[in-house]
């Protein structure tokens, strides 16, 4: 054993770390760019989720206090709290503003609200939920609860609502203010599993194709084949497009595997046309060719092609709307998000997925995918104009 | 100049900065010939290769290969190239490579591959994967990859470094049979023996041609009894022509 033997491995290895610069400067810099990403995003504050509210309450007139809106006064409070951006809708609308998730929930507050509050001695909200993001629903039940508890509460010992304990009849709830939910999309059973897994399927085709084309361009180049490609007829075009068919296939038969085991195996809930899915799937493994054609130019070996996993990847998982939806994102951030490919085959395999969505809703996020698929194409041709004529 | 040729440059010069790897040459190739670029290590030989098929583009100067102008994708069909380094898929097997290359250039003639694979007498290893083979073998696959697609136009650089002095014998035997069936080749080489076996050698020295001919003429041109000497000779007086 000979200590010298040993530091002169260890600055050996030390001196190769240091000459790939690169890889020294994202070993430090990739994680806080990271970090810094994930503290924005945890640390933001949701938007105010915009909120639909139908009032048709009549009220009552009570001896005390005059004529009392319940449904209006929930309504204020709804408004007051920074949670919601209260919308007032008619009835025949609703459905409208949630298929287009301009709101993402409505109450709904009868004529006989009111009335039927100092009957029961029990609230009855009618909550319609656009419900294809399970936490997103149930944080909109919770809060709409908690606001019209507020509101009986300030009530509470004026002569009009509860003037005692409410009338707890055997087996009931003792709470004055009950939901009941109706869903537009999905439904209580849905969790965030089935609002998770559309994308994490799109990711993994996604993933999975980048550094398949990543880590087969660059050894076409190291091992000297891209000049043997070079010096025959094929043309820059034909073998991006080879790359894409070759390579494309392979993802759609990955994710083939995975739907079958999520859908019958997790029973994830899944409503819409395989063939749709597929298709979006097809793109993104497109998109995922070509950027790793693209990024493969940057770098020199396979080492390297994990580098760009935080630049790549990881801003498309935390931007694209998989976890955080992109409303919920700071102003600055949401540009970025609309960059990113994997935001538009998020939005449309949940339009598909948990919606049963089908080619003439989706088509908008489809043509977009498309748009940024040919521009990797193209780009992705242009950047092997050094090597192939 | 013969208006058959199948290869011509003219006044061809490539500059990578200040450095003139391709110094103003005028090349011209008959059908069935082998040509042999000779010269040392950096002389160029290289960098003329790629030029000539099209893999970069000349500083000024013009080339026509089989009748058309360079850069042309659809000549490249009829034009076998063999580089330096063997470039094989290594997760393939010798006989997938060969038969990729064959159908990138539109052609997939089993019998003729099979042929090939006998000529570079690889048939015991035809199914074995390009990774688990040794230089010289990489070396022989390569060739028949060059081969694939029943080329007009061989370019081969440096195709018998790491090459074993009886399978070279049988290279070569190769070439002259090929030159035979009409096929022309230019081959680079800084060992002298081979250019021995060619039909015509150009001496290539700092991207010029210093002396263009058979080996007998090169030989008596400079009353020196080895290519070696006859070499040196040229190589000589082209530094003295630098000095002046």
Known sequence: MSSRRVLTLARRVMRQVLRDRRTAALLVFGPMLILTLGAILFRSKPAAIPLGVVNEDQGLTSPVMGAVVLGQRITDELAASDAFAVVALSRHEVDDRLRDGTVQGVIVFSEDFTAHFLENRQAVLDLRLEGSNPARSMAITARVTEAAMRTLASLAGTGFGVPGAPQVREGEAALPVSVQATYLFGGEEFDTIDFVAPVYIALLAMFFVFLLACVAFLRERSQGTMERLAATPATRVEIVLGYMLGLGLFALIQVAVILFFTVWVLEIHYLGSLGLLFLVIALLAVVGVNLGILASAFARNEFQVLQFLPLVIFPQILLGGTFWAVSDLPGYLQPFAYLMPLYYANRALRDVMLKGWGLVEIWPNLAILIGIAGVLIVMSALMMRREVA | ?244
């Open chain 2, 1 to 244: 100049m013969t208006t058959d040729a199948i290869l011509e440059t003219n006044e061809l010069h490539k500059h990578f900065g200040s450095i003139h790897a391709v110094d103003g040459l005028n090349l011209s190739v008959g059908c069935g010939e082998i040509y042999g670029l000779i010269g040392p290590n950096g002389s160029g030989k290289t960098t003329l290769i790629r030029l000539l098929i099209g893999l970069l583009r000349p500083t000024s100067g013009s080339i026509r290969l089989l009748g058309e102008v360079v850069p042309n994708k659809a000549i490249l069909a009829q034009v076998g190239y063999m580089t330096q380094a063997s470039a094989l898929y290594e997760d393939l097997t010798v006989c997938e490579n060969i038969a990729f290359f064959a159908e990138m250039c539109g052609k997939h003639d089993r019998a003729w591959i099979d042929e090939v694979i006998e000529l570079v007498d690889l048939q015991d290893r035809s199914r074995s994967l390009v990774r688990a083979l040794s230089g010289g073998l990489r070396q022989r696959t390569s060739l028949a990859c060059a081969l694939a697609h029943r080329p007009r136009l061989l370019l081969l650089d440096e195709p018998t470094v790491g090459v074993d002095p009886q399978l070279r014998a049988t290279f070569w035997s190769y070439f002259r049979r090929l030159a035979e069936t009409g096929v022309t080749l230019i081959v680079s080489s800084h060992v002298m023996d081979e250019a021995e076996r060619c039909d015509r050698l150009g001496f290539m020295r700092q991207g010029k041609l210093l002396a263009e001919g058979s080996a007998a003429k090169l030989r008596s041109q400079t009353g020196t009894s080895t290519l070696e000497e006859a070499f040196l000779h040229f190589a000589a007086g082209s530094v003295k022509g630098d000095l002046r």
